[in-house]
């Protein structure tokens, strides 16, 4: 199977600042990588597919990039609402595999 | 408006079998894939597998092969995901998702989650 590497796992972070996430793949899944949004007791909801499509009424601060192995989530100034954990997941396989998260938490 | 929504929280000892399942509606439920994923306390999400109900085709992780079985009721628009013995680590919360168009293999659509807890 596809393994996924996110890093950090765990992100202090204060209102206004530039964030970024890092996933790796454990080989070339193309484009095929999505992101995730997890608030504390909820389903998890989609921002970003195919690296840098972002989803509908997700706000324009989240920006996805990358291809092959390497994919960076950004979130250009971070806002209180974005306070949650993140996840990348590869689609390139049939067995779809999401990496361990990444809690943006307060600074 | 698509919808999933999964059945109530469960308490089990373990041994015993289950089956949850997750109703969709506002869509065609035969023509788009069902995956679940499970959530242990406190931990991360870990794909399980998933069913197309359109003719029940599967596909599992692994990790979770052999240990659940998915299917799918299209005269009802459910999908359901079963064990034969429980133990006390597939204690979780598990959700279904839908995926987006065929084969997409993201998922924009998420039922509510269904807790287990597995304990004697």
């Known amino acids: 199977d596809i393994q996924m590497t996110q890093s950090p796992s765990s992100l202090p972070a204060s209102v206004g600042d530039r964030v970024t996430i890092t996933c790796r793949a454990s080989q070339s899944i193309s484009s095929y990588l999505n992101w995730y949004q997890q608030k504390p007791g909820k389903a998890p909801n989609l921002l970003i597919n195919a690296a840098s499509t972002l989803q509908s009424g997700v706000p324009s601060r989240f920006s996805g990039s990358g291809s092959g192995t390497d994919f960076t989530l950004t979130i250009s100034s971070l806002q209180p609402e974005d306070f949650a954990t993140y996840y990348c997941q590869q689609s390139y396989s049939s067995r779809h595999t999401f990496g361990g998260g990444t809690t943006v938490e307060i600074k | ?90 204690t979780a919360m598990y959700y279904c998702a839908r995926q987006d168009h065929d084969s997409s293999g993201y998922y924009p659509y998420w039922g509510q989650g269904t807790l287990v807890t597995v304990s004697s």
């Not at chain 2, 408006?1 to 035969?30: D, H, M, N, R, W």
């Open chain 2, 1 to 90: 408006e698509v919808q999933l929504v999964q059945s109530g929280a469960e308490v089990k000892k373990p041994g015993e079998s289950l089956k949850i399942s997750c109703k969709g509606s506002g869509y065609s439920f035969t023509s788009y894939w069902i995956g679940w994923v499970r959530q242990m306390p406190g931990k991360g999400l870990e794909w399980m597998g998933i069913i197309f109900p359109g003719d029940s085709a599967t596909t599992y992780s692994p990790s979770f092969q052999g240990q659940v079985t998915m299917s799918a009721d299209k005269s009802i628009s459910t999908a359901y995901l079963q064990w034969s013995s429980l133990k006390a680590s597939d």
